[in-house]
Every structure is written in C-alpha cells, then in structure tokens.
C-alpha cells in the first residue's frame, strides 16, 4: 500500500502563484508515476499533470504554460508549481500514484485532497 499526503493549498488571487506537495510512504517502490488531479463543485475529476519515473511529463492543455510538475530527489515526493493562477483552476487538487498492471499504468493510489481558491 502507498499512502499520500498533500500539502500547500490555500487562497491565492488571480494571476497569483502556488505550490502543492505530496509525499508517498509506505510501499514506494512500486510507484511508477505520479501526479495531480483535480475535481471542482459539480465536475467530474480532471487530470492536471503526471510525470513518470523517468521523468516524462503530461499536462492537461488547460494548464499548459503556467503549471510544472517535478519529483524530489528521493522519487517519493512529487510537486506542482502554478503560475498565472485563473479562477477556473478553483478546485480540490488531489495527488496520485501509479503501479504498474498488465504493462498499463493504474492510478490506484490517492492523497486526502486539498483545496487551491483562485478568486477573481
């Protein structure tokens, strides 16, 4: 099992800046990515960002440009740095872990959520 924990939402304004962390404990070694999601009231969850082992890197075209995604040195700890902030990326932001199944990557494993306000 991998547990996750999220940390760095809050309240920012327009066209601000903020960053999110998450650390994996438990049984890391079977991540092979990581990444951020998000869900708004009312709005199925979307993908923000992954980035794999390897370092490969997939951004939902909303957030291009103003989000990076990176991993820690000890590959347990992935960030999101967002810039440039809009009022529609107000919602809870939630990081995954992936294992890999039958050569797929599954995003089996989730964080508590925390929630990033973007007011106008």
């Known amino acids: 099992q991998v547990q996750l924990v999220e940390s760095g939402g809050g309240l920012v304004q327009a066209g601000g800046s903020l960053r999110l962390s998450c650390a994996a404990s438990?049984?890391?070694?079977?991540?092979?990515?990581m990444g951020w999601y998000r869900q708004a009231p009312g709005k199925q969850r979307e993908l923000v960002a992954t980035?794999?082992?390897?370092?490969?890197?997939n951004y939902a075209d909303s957030v291009k440009g103003r989000f990076t995604i990176s991993r820690g040195n000890a590959k347990n700890t992935v960030s999101l740095q967002m810039n440039s902030l809009k009022p529609e990326d107000t919602a809870v932001y939630y990081c995954?872990?992936?294992?890999?199944?039958?050569?797929?990557?599954?995003?089996?494993?989730w964080g508590q959520g925390t929630q990033v306000t973007v007011s106008s």
């Open positions: 995954a872990a992936a294992d890999i199944k039958a050569g797929t990557l599954h995003y089996d494993y």
């Open positions: 438990g049984s890391i070694f079977s991540i092979n990515a």
């Open positions: 980035i794999t082992s390897g370092g490969l890197t």
